[in-house]
């Protein structure tokens, strides 16, 4: 009996029947931390100490229950085992009376397991579940809102175009547009959040977004910041929403572990990363960006897992955070690690691949003289009030406009225009379309009637894969909703230096 009890799994104790340990097994002595030879004749509510894991109270010893009842006791859901040197663990299991040959109860033998890991299990898949459909919600949020923004931001940046710079008018719809493009911010956080992630690369001012990251989070905190950013700063490949949400969520921790303010320094400099993964990038380029608090810090114990998904150490921490910024981080080939010291603060070191002997395209003057263009666009988009804004802008160009709301009649309209010899010179296709055929399916059905045709995709959902490797799924260049005047100008001008666009058009 003894081999047997001490090859199981389960913890095992016996009892007398006045409640007094006759036999633990192994699995018990390393679950309580009390041996055979020091439980034996001891009092079972002295060996084996259960509560309950929400009330924190004592729970009923199951033996003395079975004694009195002669059934099977099961012990209660949320039952915690207290061992002797405090380490708490969930159990489940039961205590059964051991009777004689004559049906007499003669004591209890308790049978348990540890169910910590189970149910640890058991919650992380019930956070990933919830955090799928979170994740689609929010998603459908964004994409719904995106639409929206896309009339409001259309149209207040086309309003400028028509007005003086120096009108008060002017002046009101630029703050608004400033406004509207902090909203494009917060559907771009909630698109990262949900499925998906995939960064669309732009070439972009690390530098700038760190700046507007700090301002933005720290106005009207208690803590100050210190920005020490190299004036010849590298330019990077990167994904500015998914960026901005990356510094956004660094700076508010930092802030957030300074309760009685403080200040972060935040420095960006030119570095060279050897085993950067990105291998479009030779040289080994890198930006080297580190933001440091003076906050609390964080224990040894806990630095190893800041970055696992669901893991915090603040009560209302969904432990998300810094799990997207290290994913965000890695989809750019970059890296992160932090160091922390309790109570002397905690610095978070950043390397992202760089782009070198790169400039950015100068900033548009508002008096500089509209894009002008000539030939003939369709747009496919499902929502009436994108179209409009889209067909104003394109007309104000100098394009001949055509819209509908679906793959099908996109499909037709483009047959009809080049079997009379005037196809259209681009396409404008969103790539969701309820209830229809959207761009992702849509292209092939135009690429049947013409190999060459120019489509362009866009889409609220900035992180969907389309939207990544566009030209894969044979479109030539995205648009991310909600656009502006300016970055559609900036797509048409790109597509119209193609030589078969050129020639269509007679550009």
Same mark, same amino acid.
């Given at each position: %009996?003894?081999? +047997? *009890?001490?090859? &199981?799994?389960?913890?095992?104790?016996? @009892?007398?029947?006045?409640? !007094? $340990?006759?036999? /633990?097994?192994?699995?018990?002595?390393?679950?309580?931390?009390?041996?055979?030879?020091?439980?034996?004749?001891?009092?079972?509510?002295?060996?084996?100490?259960?509560?309950?894991?929400?009330?924190?109270?004592?729970?009923?010893?199951?033996?003395?229950?079975?004694?009195?009842?002669?059934?099977?006791?099961?012990?209660?859901?949320?039952?915690?085992?207290?061992?002797?040197?405090?380490?708490?663990?969930?159990?489940?299991?039961?205590?059964?009376?051991?009777?004689?040959?004559?049906?007499?109860?003669?004591?209890?033998?308790?049978?348990?397991?540890?169910?910590?890991?189970?149910?640890?299990?058991?919650?992380?898949?019930?956070?990933?579940?919830?955090?799928?459909?979170?994740?689609?919600?929010?998603?459908?949020?964004?994409?719904?809102?995106?639409?929206? %923004?896309?009339? +409001? *931001?259309?149209? &207040?940046?086309?309003?400028?175009?028509? @007005?003086?710079?120096?009108? !008060? $008018?002017?002046? /009101?719809?630029?703050?608004?547009?400033?406004?509207?493009?902090?909203?494009?911010?917060?559907?771009?956080?909630?698109?990262?959040?949900?499925?998906?992630?995939?960064?669309?690369?732009?070439?972009?001012?690390?530098?700038?977004?760190?700046?507007?990251?700090?301002?933005?989070?720290?106005?009207?905190?208690?803590?100050?910041?210190?920005?020490?950013?190299?004036?010849?700063?590298?330019?990077?490949?990167?994904?500015?929403?998914?960026?901005?949400?990356?510094?956004?969520?660094?700076?508010?921790?930092?802030?957030?572990?300074?309760?009685?303010?403080?200040?972060?320094?935040?420095?960006?400099?030119?570095?060279?990363?050897?085993?950067?993964?990105?291998?479009?990038?030779?040289?080994?380029?890198?930006?080297?960006?580190?933001?440091?608090?003076?906050?609390?810090?964080?224990?040894?114990?806990?630095?190893?897992?800041?970055?696992?998904?669901?893991?915090?150490?603040?009560?209302?921490?969904?432990?998300?955070?810094?799990?997207?910024?290290?994913?965000?981080?890695?989809?750019?080939?970059?890296?992160?690690?932090?160091?922390?010291?309790?109570?002397?603060?905690?610095?978070?070191?950043?390397?992202?691949?760089?782009?070198?002997?790169?400039?950015?395209?100068?900033?548009?003057?508002?008096?500089?003289?509209?894009?002008?263009?000539?030939?003939?666009?369709?747009?496919?988009?499902?929502?009436?009030?994108?179209?409009?804004?889209?067909?104003?802008?394109?007309?104000?160009?100098?394009?001949?406009?055509?819209?509908?709301?679906?793959?099908?009649?996109?499909?037709?309209?483009?047959?009809?225009?080049?079997?009379?010899?005037?196809?259209?010179?681009?396409?404008?296709?969103?790539?969701?379309?309820?209830?229809?055929?959207?761009?992702?399916?849509?292209?092939?059905?135009?690429?049947?009637?013409?190999?060459?045709?120019?489509?362009?995709?866009?889409?609220?959902?900035?992180?969907?894969?389309?939207?990544?490797?566009?030209?894969?799924?044979?479109?030539?260049?995205?648009?991310?909703?909600?656009?502006?005047?300016?970055?559609?100008?900036?797509?048409?001008?790109?597509?119209?230096?193609?030589?078969?666009?050129?020639?269509?058009?007679?550009?």
């Amino acid at each position: %009996l003894a081999v +047997i *009890l001490r090859s &199981i799994g389960d913890g095992v104790i016996t @009892t007398d029947t006045e409640g !007094r $340990v006759v036999l /633990i097994n192994q699995v018990d002595e390393e679950l309580t931390g009390w041996s055979q030879e020091e439980a034996g004749g001891a009092k079972l509510e002295d060996v084996f100490r259960i509560i309950d894991e929400t009330s924190r109270k004592e729970l009923t010893n199951p033996v003395m229950e079975s004694l009195h009842t002669g059934r099977v006791v099961e012990l209660s859901n949320h039952t915690v085992l207290i061992s002797r040197d405090g380490t708490e663990r969930a159990i489940a299991d039961s205590a059964a009376p051991i009777l004689n040959e004559a049906n007499k109860i003669i004591g209890v033998v308790l049978v348990f397991r540890d169910v910590s890991e189970k149910k640890h299990i058991e919650e992380e898949l019930f956070k990933a579940r919830k955090l799928e459909s979170i994740g689609v919600l929010a998603g459908g949020i964004a994409h719904d809102f995106n639409n929206f %923004l896309t009339a +409001i *931001l259309g149209n &207040i940046s086309l309003a400028r175009r028509l @007005t003086m710079p120096d009108d !008060r $008018v002017y002046e /009101i719809l630029e703050n608004a547009e400033t406004a509207s493009n902090r909203a494009k911010g917060l559907t771009q956080q909630l698109l990262t959040f949900s499925k998906g992630g995939t960064p669309i690369r732009k070439l972009a001012s690390i530098g700038k977004i760190i700046a507007e990251s700090a301002s933005f989070v720290l106005r009207g905190s208690n803590v100050s910041y210190q920005l020490d950013i190299d004036p010849n700063l590298y330019l990077a490949e990167v994904d500015a929403g998914q960026m901005t949400q990356v510094f956004n969520n660094l700076i508010i921790n930092a802030d957030q572990s300074m309760p009685n303010g403080g200040q972060i320094k935040i420095s960006a400099a030119n570095a060279i990363n050897p085993s950067s993964g990105d291998h479009s990038n030779p040289d080994k380029a890198a930006i080297k960006i580190s933001i440091s608090d003076q906050g609390h810090g964080i224990s040894t114990e806990h630095l190893d897992r800041i970055f696992d998904p669901y893991f915090t150490t603040k009560k209302q921490g969904s432990g998300l955070g810094l799990a997207t910024v290290y994913s965000i981080i890695h989809n750019h080939f970059g890296e992160i690690t932090a160091t922390s010291k309790e109570g002397a603060g905690t610095t978070f070191n950043i390397l992202l691949p760089a782009r070198t002997n790169c400039e950015l395209d100068t900033v548009r003057s508002e008096t500089e003289d509209s894009h002008q263009g000539n030939g003939s666009i369709l747009i496919m988009d499902d929502e009436k009030i994108v179209c409009e804004v889209l067909t104003n802008i394109l007309e104000h160009f100098g394009y001949e406009v055509e819209s509908c709301s679906e793959g099908n009649e996109a499909s037709q309209l483009y047959e009809k225009s080049f079997k009379n010899n005037r196809p259209y010179d681009v396409v404008i296709m969103d790539i969701t379309i309820p209830g229809g055929i959207g761009g992702k399916e849509a292209i092939t059905l135009l690429q049947k009637i013409d190999p060459n045709v120019c489509a362009i995709v866009s889409s609220g959902y900035a992180n969907d894969p389309i939207m990544a490797h566009c030209n894969d799924y044979g479109f030539a260049a995205t648009l991310s909703k909600p656009y502006n005047i300016a970055e559609i100008e900036d797509v048409l001008k790109t597509v119209f230096r193609s030589p078969s666009v050129g020639s269509k058009s007679g550009s």
